[in-house]
């Protein structure tokens, strides 16, 4: 006798919640139930998958490696799910998307209305992170695609290209450099260079494309770091120093009332590359190449 997929699922709800209550009313079933449905797998395998205590369960090894496979096999049974059901339809039902921070708020505005009127089946769950963390969830089955931006670690991922999007030099309105129209970014070298803090793809896009070193703190005093693209703004508008934007966010108007000057970079592409990606092989890359294509539209 082989677990069932009920058996699989309350065991991965048993060790999210960490108490049989909470794991069978997050399963809709009755706590007898789902106590049932744990003895049964742990009879089908021959030994305890859960410790019980008074604090709640916890996993044995035994329950550990169990867990870990029936993850994979309810993302399998999850894909098996969705390519029957959208095989003639396709974004239609539930579709997890992650996006990161330096593109959702300046790319989901346009895109958003264009897919509810293409695609108005479709229920969109957005998970705003860090591509980092975008990343993993995707590869455990947490989410269906993810837009971020390359370069990055793709392996094991698919990808469909979205949009080029350019880097510009942002500095304070009041700066010299604000007299020409574009300049390489050898001329800002000795600038005081703000960036946004390490974890942000960004920080690494334009290290990259600008052939920058990271910026270094000073005697006693640390490199400044922003936590957001509109801080990273309000600084260089004080006179804290200098960086560069994505013109996907200064087109969508995150400079407009601040003190700053954006110009364009005289440098071989400087850019990166906007991408939805996916899981290698998954039931869902045909709708992901889908996405892309629309948000190429918006």
């Known amino acids: 006798m082989l677990p069932t997929i009920r ?9 999210e919640q960490g108490a049989f209550g909470k794991a069978a009313e997050a399963a809709h079933v009755t706590q007898p139930t789902l106590s049932a ?23 044995t090894a035994v329950g550990e490696a169990a867990l870990t496979r029936a993850n994979t096999i309810l993302n399998e049974a999850e894909e098996l799910m969705h390519a029957a059901k959208n095989a003639s339809q396709p974004l239609t039902g539930r579709f997890r998307l992650g996006v990161i921070p330096t593109i959702a708020p300046f790319l989901l505005p346009k895109a958003l209305p264009l897919l509810r009127s293409r695609f108005p089946k479709l229920r969109l769950y957005l998970r705003e ?30 990808h469909a290209h979205v949009s080029d999007d350019e ?4 500095i304070p309105a009041d700066h010299p450099l604000a007299n020409q129209l574009e300049f390489p970014p050898s001329a800002m070298e000795g600038e005081d260079l703000i960036l946004l803090e390490d974890g942000h793809c960004l920080r690494d896009h334009v290290l990259s494309a600008c052939g920058l070193k990271p910026p270094k703190a000073t005697g006693d005093e ?23 934007l994505p013109a996907m966010a200064v087109e969508a108007g995150l400079t407009q009332a601040a003190h700053v000057a954006v110009r364009h970079l005289r440098a071989d ?18 709708e992901g190449r889908l996405l892309a294509e629309t948000l190429r539209e918006a």
Do not use: C
């Not at 449905?37 to 996993?59: N, Y």
């Open 129 to 158: 992170d860090l591509t980092q963390r975008l990343i993993a969830a995707l590869k455990a089955g947490q989410l269906d695609a993810a837009l971020i931006a390359l370069p990055f670690d793709m392996q094991g991922l698919a």
């Open 167 to 170: 880097l510009l030099a942002a």
């Open 37 to 59: 449905g744990i003895q049964e797998l742990e009879r089908t395998l021959g030994a305890p998958v859960v410790d019980r205590a008074r604090s709640g369960v916890i996993l």
């Open 7 to 15: 058996q699989l699922q309350y065991l991965k709800f048993l060790a």
């Open 222 to 244: 640390e490199a400044f770091a922003a936590t957001s693209l509109p801080t990273l703004v309000q600084m260089v508008g004080s006179g804290l120093g200098v960086t560069y």
């Open 269 to 286: 592409h400087p850019s990166r590359e906007i991408v939805v990606a996916w899981r290698s092989g998954s039931s869902r890359g045909a």
